[in-house]
């Protein structure tokens, strides 16, 4: 914090500011700013480095630094995914502690992975600048939906009552319960009023989406254009989905 704020208070001081008016300014302790005008006063550009510290001399070389940094990145240990603090420790001839706070000062954490996922569609950026205009500036006499649902929800019901909570003692309830199977719920929401239309299913077809595509017609307006925006989810790309489609309006497929 002292060194985030060396150049400040030396500047500080140089417009004539006393060290209390400079120490309140800028949120540092009044004896920093006396030490630091002291010190630049005495030896200019040179009195702002930094001083030799009290302590245990460093053990670590700058060779045992590279070395964690490189084989972190460039390495796996034999029979593994990726290097441990002790593993990687045992090889440089470190403690693990130094190893970790060596991955800590460079950002490094070997440990955790992250998962992502490049589309082979063609057509992807045209889709997306599809959906983005959508959202952002929706076309006139239309309503754009954001559709989505989640499967395998379960049903559950316990089998006593949940105890309320009094003074010194918080709600309870027993931890075992009667499974009721499963729903699939349906929702959309429009994107420009916050309304959101819902279905429950008692199972996860094909079939089930059509049906809440009808639902989401019955409940818009006739003379508004109905755009619907959703994921690449199997049951929303099933034939029975294009024909849903492709139906003139107010007609069965």
């Given at each position: 914090?002292?060194?985030?704020h060396?150049?400040?208070?030396?500047?500080?001081?140089?417009e004539?500011?006393?060290?209390?008016?400079?120490a309140?300014?800028?949120?540092?302790?009044?004896?920093?700013?006396?030490k630091?005008?002291?010190?630049?006063?005495?030896?200019?550009?040179?009195?702002?480095?930094?001083?030799?510290?009290?302590?245990?001399?460093?053990?670590?070389?700058?060779?045992?630094?590279?070395?964690?940094?490189v084989?972190?990145?460039?390495?796996?240990?034999?029979?593994?995914?990726h290097?441990?603090?002790?593993?990687?420790?045992?090889?440089?001839?470190?403690?693990?502690?130094?190893?970790?706070?060596?991955?800590?000062?460079?950002?490094?954490?070997?440990?955790?992975?992250?998962?992502?996922?490049?589309?082979?569609?063609?057509f992807?950026?045209?889709?997306?600048?599809?959906?983005?205009?959508?959202?952002?500036?929706?076309?006139?006499?239309?309503?754009?939906?954001?559709?989505?649902?989640?499967?395998?929800?379960?049903?559950?019901?316990?089998?006593a009552?949940?105890?309320?909570?009094?003074?010194?003692?918080?709600?309870?309830?027993?931890?075992?319960?009667?499974?009721?199977?499963?729903?699939?719920?349906?929702?959309?929401?429009?994107?420009?009023?916050?309304?959101?239309?819902?279905?429950?299913?008692?199972?996860?077809?094909?079939v089930?989406?059509?049906?809440?595509l009808?639902?989401?017609?019955?409940?818009?307006?006739?003379?508004?254009?109905?755009?619907?925006?959703?994921?690449?989810?199997?049951?929303?790309?099933?034939?029975?989905?294009?024909?849903?489609?492709?139906?003139?309006?107010?007609?069965?497929?």
């Open positions: 914090m002292i060194r985030h060396v150049s400040r208070i030396v500047l500080a001081c140089a004539g500011g006393l060290n209390l008016a400079v309140a300014r800028l949120g540092v302790n009044r004896g920093i700013v006396a630091w005008r002291s010190r630049f006063l005495r030896d200019r550009l040179d009195g702002l480095a930094d001083e030799p510290r009290p302590g245990v001399p460093r053990t670590i070389t700058d060779a045992q630094v590279e070395e964690v940094v084989r972190t990145l460039e390495e796996t240990p034999s029979g593994g995914t290097w441990s603090k002790r593993e990687l420790a045992k090889v440089v001839g470190i403690s693990p502690a130094s190893v970790l706070w060596i991955w800590h000062a460079f950002g490094l954490q070997p440990w955790r992975t992250e998962t992502f996922k490049i589309s082979p569609d063609p992807l950026i045209d889709k997306i600048r599809d959906v983005v205009r959508l959202y952002l500036a929706p076309p006139t006499n239309a309503v754009v939906f954001a559709v989505d649902e989640k499967p395998q929800i379960q049903a559950l019901e316990r089998t009552p949940v105890l309320p909570m009094v003074p010194g003692v918080p709600e309870r309830r027993r931890f075992d319960y009667v499974r009721h199977g499963t729903a699939d719920l349906f929702a959309a929401l429009n994107t420009a009023t916050g309304k959101v239309i819902t279905k429950l299913s008692a199972q996860h077809r094909a089930d989406f059509p049906d809440f009808d639902e989401i017609d019955r409940q818009t307006d006739e003379g508004l254009a109905v755009h619907v925006i959703c994921d690449n989810l199997s049951a929303h790309k099933a034939p029975m989905v294009h024909k849903w489609l492709l139906a003139p309006p107010g007609l069965p497929p």
